[in-house]
């Protein structure tokens, strides 16, 4: 067997070096403190969980513009350029068409072509945006309120949900975004208020108002669906200190909120309206606090106001931030101080996202690389170290099929898992890596790599340089190795391939 090449110059690289090795690569200066050292390898750390994925001309512009400046104008998306994504957006259409719009140009028999023209228009988002932050954050939100594109008639109602109930609201007032989206036809629908009513509007006189149901028709009466997301995943989480009383109290809360329907609605098209004859008018009594009878849609509003401001709403947000930003396992300090600041701000995500990706806790070194990828991450990150051009995006969402990770198409009201160990598992490494290696060999229908050039006279150089390039300030004198084993007796444009494509399918790469 042959053993790989040895080269004493690497098997030596410190952390230090390292970065010198990355800034040198930039054509920064060398940093000439352990201060600036530090400051590269958290410049990276943000990078990977504040944006799709690091890019190196990313991490000098950050170093240049400093944290705390780059993160305060990521908060303040409106102000940031973002001509190049329209215009590659011009080529997705259905993501900017109206309800009425979509379901002319994508009929009922055609649901696939729909929703994968949204989810290329997603991953054009995550690739390509400059608004990095905000994108991340309603990749997040929509998770949080997930809704599914493959129920009734969801699918033509999910990029207007995403566009006018999620991402307006990400750097807003919690309480505007629950509320958005709980007067959402595709909440509504998905999780079956739009059909809830008063339990006890049985007579025929009723049944003759009540809209004509999706699907097969069902006897009219309370539908606790919805209540009981919005208490166990939408505020309070399962742990909250509800009852399933309260579960029937806000179900009652809500009934009447329903869908607009053309031709009976003024101006309808499908949008939230309220109905009172619906209504449960009883009183009603939600955490302990009273509702009084006779109230109408008030009933609904009071309790998204008691359930955005609870203490628990805050714990709960605080604890799936932090999974899905820091660490799988729970961070206690750094929760505590989301909550503080949830609080004190009257739910104002944008401190709490600041705060968030500004804490120490969050720069801590146990947390770098804690987390793997997901493979939305992960294949948008790719993407976005290999500077690819992505046109016809239905090749790359092909590849998100097999490895699990649709947008738009996760059935359950949790969404798609936030956790590691969910997207670990023999079948899913595979896949990872044969998407790696087909990205890099431009097999990859859809997507073209600009000419690979990987800078140095030898293997060991041009491997180094590849590594630089696509896991930023990252140890990677080990990976180096193990890859330099595998392409040694490849031809040289081959074995750069190769190299590029192990690279990006390795465990340093998956992490972030």
């Known amino acids: 067997m042959r053993s790989p090449p040895v080269f004493p110059p690497r098997r030596t690289l410190s952390a230090a070096l390292l970065a010198l090795a990355l800034l040198a690569a930039l054509g920064a200066a060398p940093p000439a403190t352990a201060q600036a050292r530090a400051d590269t390898l958290a410049a990276v750390h943000l990078l990977q969980r504040a944006t ?35 215009a590659r957006l011009a080529a997705h259409p259905a993501a900017g068409m109206s309800v ?12 696939a072509r729909l929703v994968a023209e949204l989810a290329g228009a997603r991953l054009q988002r995550a690739v390509y945006g400059e ?8 990749d997040f939100w929509f998770n949080h309120f997930n809704v599914f594109a493959g129920k009734a008639a969801v699918r033509w109602l999910v990029a207007d949900y995403e566009r006018t109930a999620i991402r307006p609201h990400v750097f807003g007032r919690f309480e505007e975004l629950l509320r958005a989206t709980a007067r959402h036809p595709a909440m509504l629908l998905y999780l079956d208020n739009a059909r809830s009513v008063a339990i006890d ?3 025929p006189a009723y049944r003759r108002r009540q809209p004509r149901p999706e699907g097969p028709r069902r006897t ?11 208490l166990e995943l939408h505020t309070l989480g399962v742990d909250g200190g509800y009852t399933q009383q309260d579960v029937i109290e806000v179900a009652r809360a809500f009934t009447g909120w329903t869908v607009a329907r053309p031709g009976r609605d003024a101006g309808a098209g499908p949008g939230f309206v309220f109905r009172p004859e619906l209504h449960d008018r009883g009183a009603k009594t939600v955490l302990g606090r009273a509702l009084p009878a006779g109230r109408g849609e008030q009933d609904g509003l009071d309790v998204l ?33 989301l909550v503080r600041v ?15 990706f500004s804490a120490p806790e969050f720069h801590a070194a146990e947390n770098r690389g804690a987390k793997l990828k997901t493979p939305f991450e992960l294949v948008a990150s790719a993407l976005r170290a290999t500077d690819a051009e992505v046109g016809d995006a239905r090749g790359v969402l092909q590849t998100l099929r097999t490895l699990g990770q649709v947008p738009y198409a996760a059935s359950a009201p949790t969404g798609y898992p936030a956790t590691s160990e969910e997207w670990t598992n023999g079948g899913a490494m595979l896949a990872r890596m044969n998407f790696a290696l087909a990205l890099a060999a431009g097999r990859l229908p859809g997507v073209r790599l600009p000419p690979l050039q990987a800078p140095g006279a030898t293997p060991e150089a ?12 990252a140890p990677t004198a080990e990976l180096e190795r193990r890859v330099l084993a595998d392409v040694a007796n490849a031809p040289g444009g081959a074995s750069d391939v190769r190299a590029l494509g192990l690279l990006l399918g390795s465990p340093e790469f998956q992490k972030k």
């Open 305 to 337: 106001h008691l359930l955005a401001t609870h203490p628990a709403t805050a714990r709960h947000l605080a604890r799936k931030l932090v999974q899905r930003f820091v660490a799988d396992e729970p961070r206690p300090r750094l929760e505590a101080e």
């Open 131 to 138: 608004r990095q932050l905000e994108e991340v954050m309603t």
């Open 342 to 356: 949830f609080l004190a701000s009257d739910g104002g995500l944008r401190e709490v996202t600041r705060t968030l």
């Open 462 to 473: 041009r491997v180094h340089a590849l590594a630089r390039r696509v896991l930023p300030a």
């Open 100 to 111: 009425a719009e979509l379901y002319r140009a994508f009929p009922p028999a055609q649901p």
């Open 201 to 203: 509007s049985s007579a």
């Open 220 to 230: 009219p009466g309370l539908n606790e669906n919805y209540g009981r997301e919005l």
């Open 52 to 86: 799709f994925g690091v890019r190196q001309a990313d991490v000098a512009a950050l170093l240049r513009e400093g944290r705390a400046a780059w993160l305060e104008r990521q908060l303040s998306p409106d102000g940031i350029p973002n001509d190049g994504l329209a």
